[in-house]
């Protein structure tokens, strides 16, 4: 069973709304959500502390809120208002390693398979 596996993902019209989930196998202090679009880099979306400090990407103007519940090992990235600009596979990342940028995927040890989302205009 892989460390991180993320749900939630799927097809929407824009202006909706989708909660993704990662389902943790273990334990992860720093956590944090990326994605990637066809023909893109793999972009940092939000990441979050083991206690709950968070950081956002600029560019996406806190649009996606990051939250963990420790006691069910999850981690949750709640997108609203989507425009189909945030269509893309989004992944869940743990193993953060402070001496990086948490927004920057080679701060991370471990990655999920991902899941896509699509939104339509």
């Known amino acids: 069973q892989a460390p991180l596996m993320e749900s939630g993902g799927g097809s929407v019209q824009a202006g909706g709304s989708l909660r993704l989930s990662c389902k943790v196998r273990?334990?992860?202090?720093?956590m944090g959500w990326f994605r990637q679009a066809p023909g893109k880099e793999r972009e940092g979306v939000a990441a979050?502390?083991?206690?709950?400090?968070?950081t956002y990407a600029d560019s996406l103007k806190g649009r996606f809120p990051i939250s963990r519940d420790n006691a069910k090992n999850t981690l949750y990235l709640q997108m609203h208002s989507l425009p189909s600009e945030d269509s893309a596979l989004y992944y869940c990342a743990g193993g953060y390693d402070s001496r990086g940028s948490a927004l920057d995927r080679s701060s991370y040890r471990s990655w999920g398979q991902g899941t896509q989302v699509a939104v339509s205009s």
């Open positions: 979050i502390d083991e206690n709950g400090p968070t």
């Open positions: 273990g334990y992860f202090s720093g």
